[in-house]
């Protein structure tokens, strides 16, 4: 099978690499879905679930209320928004998946040999970026989700589970379409430089 597979890799490079990535990321979202709920529920044992954190409005909900890029309204979901508890458990989350992301891309994936502080820093600016656009467009999910799965189908917290289940995926699925092409560009493979000659090397032909 190794060998089956180093074959592939030869023949379809770009290919090999994007099913390497696919793993990869999955298993980073297998562990994110690990995380999450653990996290969440540490988080649930504060009062930062009656601490709002809704910041940044950018326009309005069909209802006329004020729609946030980071809208975790005060109280425990789904009649609140799960409060800074939410949001951090959220962010952590995340931000330890993508770190281990990181590595695991740049080393196992597009095997690179570029600048680690400059990937890093490429990748600390995209990672913002997609964090900013899908905390924004979580508003438009979130509530409905939380609403069917304790709610509408009655399942309580078991629903509030399946409810991060969805949502956590529905986050790592924006993720990976957005960063499999930033991970082309940042981690490159950069030709190394060859060694000069040794002075004296013997197998150096001299002219008379």
Same mark, same amino acid.
């Not at 290919?15 to 988080?43: E, H």
């Not at 509530?143 to 790592?172: H, K, Q, R």
């Given at each position: 099978?190794? !060998? !089956?597979?180093?074959?592939?890799?030869?023949?379809?490079?770009?290919?090999?690499?994007? +099913?390497?990535? $696919?793993?990869?990321?999955?298993?980073? /979202?297998?562990?994110?879905?690990?995380?999450?709920?653990?996290?969440?529920?540490?988080? #649930?044992?504060?009062?930062?679930?009656?601490?709002?954190?809704?910041?940044?409005?950018? #326009?309005?909900?069909?209802?006329?209320?004020?729609? $946030? +890029?980071?809208?975790?309204?005060? #109280?425990?979901?789904?009649?609140?928004?799960?409060?800074?508890?939410? $949001?951090? !458990?959220?962010?952590?989350?995340?931000?330890?998946?993508? +770190?281990?992301?990181?590595?695991?891309?740049?080393?196992?994936?597009?095997?690179?040999?570029?600048?680690?502080? %400059?990937?890093?820093?490429?990748? *600390?600016? *995209?990672?913002?970026?997609?964090?900013?656009? @899908?905390?924004?467009?979580?508003?438009?999910?979130? @509530?409905?989700?939380?609403?069917?799965?304790?709610? /509408? =189908?009655?399942?309580?917290? /078991?629903?509030?589970?399946?409810?991060? &289940? &969805?949502?956590?995926?529905?986050?790592? *699925?924006?993720?990976? =379409? &957005?960063?499999?092409?930033?991970? %082309?560009?940042?981690?490159?493979?950069?030709?190394?430089?060859?060694?000069?000659? @040794?002075?004296?090397?013997?197998?150096?032909?001299?002219? @008379?």
């Amino acid at each position: 099978m190794r !060998a !089956a597979w180093r074959s592939f890799a030869e023949k379809r490079p770009g290919i090999a690499q994007f +099913v390497v990535f $696919f793993v990869l990321s999955n298993g980073i /979202t297998v562990l994110q879905l690990a995380l999450m709920p653990a996290i969440k529920w540490v988080f #649930g044992m504060t009062s930062l679930v009656d601490t709002s954190f809704q910041v940044w409005p950018i #326009g309005s909900n069909p209802d006329g209320s004020q729609y $946030f +890029v980071f809208d975790y309204a005060a #109280g425990a979901l789904p009649a609140g928004g799960g409060g800074l508890a939410y $949001f951090l !458990a959220v962010q952590i989350t995340l931000l330890i998946a993508q +770190v281990i992301n990181f590595f695991a891309q740049r080393n196992i994936t597009f095997k690179s040999n570029s600048s680690v502080a %400059k990937a890093a820093s490429w990748y *600390a600016i *995209a990672y913002v970026i997609i964090t900013l656009v @899908a905390a924004a467009l979580q508003g438009l999910y979130k @509530a409905p989700i939380y609403d069917l799965f304790i709610d /509408t =189908w009655n399942m309580g917290g /078991t629903g509030e589970t399946l409810a991060d &289940v &969805v949502t956590m995926i529905i986050n790592s *699925a924006i993720s990976f =379409w &957005v960063f499999f092409p930033i991970f %082309k560009v940042i981690f490159r493979q950069e030709p190394e430089e060859a060694a000069p000659a @040794a002075a004296g090397d013997p197998t150096e032909v001299r002219s @008379a």
